[in-house]
């Protein structure tokens, strides 16, 4: 009986030692992060190059090949266990000659507008457009005109992102729909044209791309669409109020080229105990043209990258595996993102957690995840291990868009939250630029996705490997 009593006793020590020194060991680990990004770090390198070598990285360009080149070559030099690129068909759109758009009202005095092509908008005549312009407040409000009212000119969509949300991705997401369906929608009223006020709460002179979709539409029925600066946006609604007999004149020389050859880059570091479950981290690699992509989504791309090196440099031996996936074509058709979940999928690969980057490099908040009520409970318990770094948020919410195509009932979806109040003053602007995105938040956002995903691999999410 003593000897039973003494074992007792020892076991019920050694759990509460084992229960002592894990959080003790991961706090520790996960300062290794820090140290190393902050002091060693190479994320913001990478992001100048990406940046300022190679520039806005549009999905078909020969930018986007030169980038796939470039982080293939520098994940090649970490001395990974696997660097590969996968194979993928994605869209090539050009914007061409610079847009050109004024404003003339009744008299005949004119004033000389900004605006861009959306991405995938089809040209304007080679003379270019010019018709009276009617303002509707989003898709919405457009079955409130007869279709005679609508016939012939070009519609103004002019939905303002809501300024009293407090998170600016919950108003972007309710004025994207103008955006997005606006042409097709239009078209159908008999427009010939759409201008979409940008997407920014900013008061400013640049237009802000996106993708346009025209669905089914036949392509002779297809109709031009451009974003106008919403300063441009104000002034042409205040000029509409006054004189409905206000027209338009833009001039856009874009073209659809159809598909052609690309690549997804991937990494890995392999699993030591459980190889086969894969720890994903994603980031798409292209971008709009307008700028250099610096927040968008070049930030992502060397903060994923970076991932891998942390793990390396803390000397921390991974029990999963875990890849970085660097997509192409996440702007403008999720094509990578597909490609890649449908051969994950065909090899029945077992992905238990993915995270993503896309909210631009600005400082970490915290995580959006989607997850069941228990696994949602085991990062929970997490949480205290973030607090010195001041993260904070771990919450239900969207991951990113490149993740959605992974989606099923057992794995875990999560997105880098970060304080994005700025981010849609640069989101798809010629003001998405290398020097718009600060080093050190950069490198706490690198840290901090690598501290997840340490966690994550280390107790994965069943019952028996809590903390």
Do not use: C
């Not at 903060?303 to 970085?324: C, N, S």
């Not at 290398?434 to 996705?449: C, I, K, P, S, Y």
């Amino acid at each position: 009986m003593r000897f039973f009593t003494l074992t007792l006793l020892l076991l019920v020590g050694v759990s509460m030692h084992s229960q002592v020194t894990q959080p003790v060991e991961d706090s520790l680990n996960i300062r290794k992060f820090y140290d190393v990004s902050l002091l060693h770090g190479k994320s913001y390198e990478w992001l100048d190059h990406l940046s300022n070598k190679i520039g806005g990285r549009l999905s078909g360009s020969v930018n986007a090949e030169r980038a796939v080149r470039y982080t293939r070559e520098q994940l090649e030099q970490l001395e990974l266990d696997k660097v590969w690129l996968q194979p993928v068909r994605v869209p090539k759109w050009t914007r061409g000659i610079q847009e050109y758009a004024y404003i003339q009202v009744e008299g005949g005095n004119t004033t000389v507008v900004n605006i861009a092509a959306l991405g995938g908008s089809e040209p304007t005549p080679r003379t270019g457009l010019r018709a009276q312009v009617i303002e509707v407040q989003g898709v919405e409000d457009l079955q409130n005109y007869p279709r005679e009212m609508i016939e012939g000119k070009i519609v103004f969509y002019n939905k303002a992102m809501e300024p009293d949300l407090i998170d600016p991705f919950d108003a972007y997401d309710r004025s994207l729909n103008q955006r997005y369906h606006g042409a097709v929608q239009a078209a159908k009223y008999g427009a010939v044209g759409v201008i979409v006020r940008s997407a920014t709460h900013r008061i400013h002179d640049q237009p802000h791309t996106g993708t346009v979709d025209y669905g089914d539409l036949p392509q002779d029925e297809r109709i031009p669409a451009a974003a106008i600066s919403t300063r441009d946006a104000n002034y042409l609604s205040g000029l509409l109020s006054l004189n409905r007999g206000t027209s338009l004149y833009m001039k856009m020389n874009s073209q659809n080229h159809g598909e052609v050859d690309s690549h997804n880059v991937i990494a890995e570091i392999q699993g030591s105990e459980f190889p086969d479950e894969v720890i994903l981290i994603g980031a798409h690699l292209d971008s709009w043209d307008l700028g250099d992509g610096a927040h968008d989504n070049g930030a992502g791309v060397v903060q994923a990258m970076e991932v891998l090196r942390l793990f390396l440099k803390a000397g921390i031996q991974p029990k999963r595996t875990i890849r970085v996936v660097l997509f192409m074509n996440g702007e403008n058709g999720l094509r990578g993102a597909e490609k890649y979940a449908r051969e994950a999928q065909g090899r029945n690969e077992q992905h238990i957690f993915a995270l993503e980057s896309d909210a631009g490099g600005f400082s970490p908040r915290g995580f959006s995840l989607e997850a069941t009520d228990q696994q949602l409970e085991r990062i929970l318990q997490w949480k205290p291990l973030f607090e010195p770094y001041l993260i904070h948020y771990f919450g239900r919410g969207g991951s990113g868009a490149d993740l959605e195509p992974l989606k099923d009932s057992k794995i875990v979806l999560a997105g880098l939250k970060t304080d994005s109040q700025r981010y849609f003053d640069y989101h798809h602007a010629a003001t998405d630029t290398f020097d718009q995105v600060n080093q050190r938040e950069l490198e706490l956002g690198a840290a901090t996705m690598a501290s997840l995903v340490y966690l994550v691999d280390r107790y994965g999410f069943s019952e028996e490997n809590k903390i």
